[in-house]
């Protein structure tokens, strides 16, 4: 069993930057390709980004627009989102989640494991 803390969310204002983190509990931790999605209010959850076990390939929605990078930290069991000129429409709660699989993927159905979320919001 995997399980998936995030951290890292606030308030801030557009453009500027944010870190997320999820840290993850077994250790399989580096055998996993991992993703974050985000889910606004009244909306879908959606993906945002997903890196490989290896942390050599990644893959990223494309309203990212260069502005996010994932990374991972497999001696650390962590995952981060780096955000960067953030804006309004990004704001929403940010989950982690966790595949059984080593290779990217950018669909919610792939995804085995889930944290709990962090709210990130942006003012404009």
């Known amino acids: 069993q995997v399980q998936l803390v995030e951290s890292g969310g606030g308030l801030v204002q557009a453009g500027d930057s944010l870190r997320l983190a999820c840290t993850a509990s077994?250790?399989?931790?580096?055998?996993?390709?991992m993703g974050w999605f985000r889910q606004a209010p009244k909306k879908e959850r959606v993906f945002v980004a997903s890196?490989?076990?290896?942390?050599?390939?990644?893959y990223y929605a494309d309203f990212v627009q260069g502005r996010f990078t994932i990374s991972r930290d497999n001696a650390k069991n962590t995952v981060y989102l780096q955000m960067n000129s953030l804006k309004f429409e990004d704001t929403a709660v940010y989950y982690c989640?966790?595949?059984?699989?080593?290779?990217?993927?950018?669909?919610?159905?792939?995804?085995?494991?889930w944290g709990q979320g962090t709210q990130v919001t942006v003012s404009s």
């Open positions: 989640a966790g595949r059984t699989s080593p290779l990217v993927a950018g669909s919610p159905g792939e995804y085995r494991y």
């Open positions: 077994g250790r399989t931790f580096s055998t996993y390709a």
């Open positions: 890196i490989d076990w290896r942390g050599s390939s990644d």
